[in-house]
């Protein structure tokens, strides 16, 4: 079974530019997590979805982030415009429903705002 | 709100010793709690987990028990090795409407042969 895909792995960008990172969660999960971990600390949640509908999306900075997952299957999140303080991993998790309580994690998108 | 607080790191031990990162939580009701490893250049994975008071998760020779009383969920191995070298997070999980992950900031623990 093909584990959680994530592109790009790294990134670098200027301030006030804008990004993109992709998620694939593995094949048949429902459920679809965000979460950005800001080195030194544990990953926080942004958005999370269940099929194409957003269920928690209070910690996403609505200003500047957005997040879509069109066909309940991969997702977008997307920074625009970026600040310095966004250099995080961004990391995407799945699980096979909502009544689960194991996620499965992706290897993450390392970005880098300059 | 919820949160997990976890020993401060980094954690320097030889091959063979003893481990144990102590962990935590605060939160209102029955969350469930879990361990996840971060290899270098890896994703999170679960190491274990505890879906109630008492409970003993287990895998790869790390315990870790959950304890509603001190609100704690220590994570234990008895002797380490090098491949174990990795950042350890313990996280909690209510469920309820949503079934978001509360991280604490994670424990880099380093074993040296």
């Known amino acids: 079974e093909a584990g959680v895909a994530q592109s790009p792995r790294y990134k670098i960008i200027e301030k006030r530019q804008s990004v993109a990172f992709w998620c694939n969660p593995i094949?048949?999960?429902?459920?679809l997590y965000w979460y950005q971990q800001i080195l030194g600390q544990g990953p926080k949640l942004l958005i999370q979805?269940?099929?194409?509908?957003?269920?928690?999306d209070s910690q996403l900075p609505k200003d500047r982030f957005s997040a879509e997952r069109l066909k309940g299957v991969d997702s977008t999140l997307k920074i625009q415009p970026a600040k310095l303080e966004d250099s995080a991993v961004y990391l995407c998790?799945?699980?096979?429903?909502?009544?689960?309580?194991?996620?499965?994690f992706g290897p993450g998108t390392r970005l880098t705002v300059t | 709100g919820d949160s997990v607080t976890q020993m401060e790191g980094p954690v320097t031990l030889s091959e063979e010793a003893f481990l144990t990162i102590n962990c935590t939580y605060t939160?209102?009701?029955?969350?469930?709690l879990f361990w996840y490893v971060q290899y270098p250049g890896e994703g999170l994975q679960l190491l274990l987990k505890?879906?109630?008071?008492?409970d003993k998760g287990s895998n790869k020779g790390f315990e870790a028990t959950y304890r509603k009383e001190t609100t704690s969920f220590h994570l234990e191995k008895g002797s380490v090795q090098v491949s174990d070298s990795a950042v350890y997070f313990c996280?909690?999980?209510?469920?309820?409407?949503?079934?978001?992950?509360?991280f604490g900031k994670g424990t880099l623990l380093t074993v040296n042969p």
């Open positions: 979805f269940q099929n194409n509908g957003v269920v928690d």
């Open positions: 094949s048949g999960h429902a459920t």
């Open positions: 998790a799945s699980s096979s429903d909502r009544g689960s309580l194991e996620q499965y």
């Open positions: 505890a879906t109630k008071a008492d």
């Open positions: 939160a209102t009701g029955y969350p469930s």
């Open positions: 996280a909690l999980n209510k469920g309820g409407s949503n079934y978001k992950l509360t």
